[in-house]
């Protein structure tokens, strides 16, 4: 990603913590103002900013009368005018510079309708997914690259999944899926085992379950459930190599009910038990 943020030199600011994912990158930073409390901007980059620094905003085109208040999760799109106004004289906040098409394969084009309600996004998920990052940013652990990367691809969805009812699909036109999306949702799966569906998959694309299926088989020559299933177990492949893990936890962790089932599934894919994978490494 070539964009960065670019801030106005009147602005003191310090990074105090920072990291980059797949299509984004994260940073906490803390503000001083100085005289200037009132700017009219336009991001090279789409960036969102959690924060509980109070200002007002309205986009210039289509021009409102009157400014906002900003809500404590905003969406700034790339390229678009935007004027803002405020009083304290210091801020912190987490940005987190983005590529929707990128992660997703698919446009982000805001009607004017849609641009007032990135004032104040008012998406629970989104804001769950920032406040992740700025505990891992806060206190980094072993996966933390897997965290970002997740939290990344996340914020994409959530962020089609929002405003795709009037984003055209240009997967329906192009016959196919594209690869990039096909790496974005093995990565999702990590992060969310057993809770994606072709459903809400084909929602999130613009596009009916049925047509969604066909897509996908034309693109991997398998259905969304087996190239599901495939990424899932190859997650638990992983966490078995962890034998401070119960089987039953990773079960769990990969979205089975109980370990029986998880059993049952995985011995389709690796000809063996959980435990027999587990045993079969241990030996090696």
């Known amino acids: ?20 994912a797949m299509g984004a990158r994260f940073e906490i ?8 409390k009132e700017i009219i901007f336009e991001p090279p980059c789409s960036y969102f900013e959690l924060t509980r620094f109070p200002a007002v905003g309205r986009y210039l085109s289509p021009a409102t009368a009157d400014l906002s208040e900003q809500g404590e999760v905003r969406f700034y799109p790339a390229a678009r005018g935007f004027h803002t106004r405020w009083r304290q004289s210091e801020q912190r906040s987490l940005f987190c510079r983005i590529d929707i098409p990128a992660i997703t394969g698919l446009p982000m084009e805001l009607s004017d309708h849609q641009l007032r309600d990135t004032i104040d996004l008012r998406n629970a998920h989104v ?3 920032l406040l992740r990052a700025v505990q ?10 897997l ?9 994409a969805a959530e962020m089609v999944q929002q405003f795709a009812k009037e984003m055209p699909s240009r997967l329906a036109r192009r016959g196919k899926l594209d690869q990039r999306y096909l790496h974005r949702l093995a990565a999702r799966l990590r992060e969310e085992p057993g809770r994606l569906d072709v459903t809400q998959l084909a929602a999130e694309c613009g596009v009916s379950p049925r047509h969604y299926e066909r897509l996908f088989r034309a693109t991997t020559g398998e259905s969304p459930a087996a190239f599901c299933r495939r990424h899932v177990l190859a997650l638990a492949h992983d966490l078995l190599a962890d034998r401070s893990l119960l089987v039953k936890e990773v079960a769990w962790r990969c979205g089975f009910a ?3 089932s998880f059993s049952v599934a995985f011995r389709q894919i690796a000809g063996c038990s959980p435990q027999q994978y587990r045993d ?3 030996s090696n």
């Open 136 to 145: 891992e940013l806060a206190s980094p652990g072993l996966c933390s690259q």
């Open 147 to 155: 965290v970002f990367d997740s939290i990344s691809v996340a914020l």
């Open 29 to 36: 930073r803390r503000f001083y103002w100085r005289k200037q």
């Open 1 to 20: 990603m070539g964009l960065d943020f670019i801030f106005p030199q009147e602005f003191e600011t310090t990074v105090e913590a920072a990291t980059t």
């Open 258 to 260: 109980n370990t029986a």
């Open 127 to 129: 804001r769950a997914l």
């Open 280 to 282: 079969r490494l241990s």
